[in-house]
């Protein structure tokens, strides 16, 4: 299972308007660590689907989004509560450090 897209025309009814937390992996095919992180991310999203969404957003095809929300690095993941981001989490990290910094969500 892979992380849903998301683009411009859909974060706000995707992202903003999701029932339970969601994590948006803003990322781009040219990004060696986006690419590392984002298996990592597939295997948290499907253990902990019932509390948590991870979706990803490409950074080139949706600037809008990424300009809105100031990503001047990727990847950079934020968790969305409520339409507010509520976690930032910049750089590629091995699966216990991103468990470790998603945990107030996974509980």
């Known amino acids: 299972m892979s992380a849903k897209e998301v683009t411009d025309a859909t ?6 308007q999701s029932e339970k937390p969601i994590m948006v ?10 690419r590392a992180v984002s298996p990592i991310l597939d295997k948290i999203a499907e ?14 095809d949706n600037p809008e989004t990424a300009m809105k929300y100031g990503i ?18 910049i750089g590629a990290k091995p ?7 998603l945990a ?4």
């Open 11 to 16: 974060f706000e009814a995707d992202v903003l």
């Open 25 to 34: 992996d803003f990322w781009a095919e040219w990004c060696g660590p986006c």
């Open 47 to 60: 253990e902990n689907s019932d509390r948590l969404q991870i979706v990803k957003l490409n950074v080139d």
């Open 72 to 89: 001047t690095s990727i990847p950079a993941m934020k968790v969305f509560k409520g339409g507010e981001v509520v976690k930032t989490v």
């Open 95 to 101: 699966k216990p450090a991103l468990e470790a910094d």
């Open 104 to 107: 107030e969500f996974l509980a």
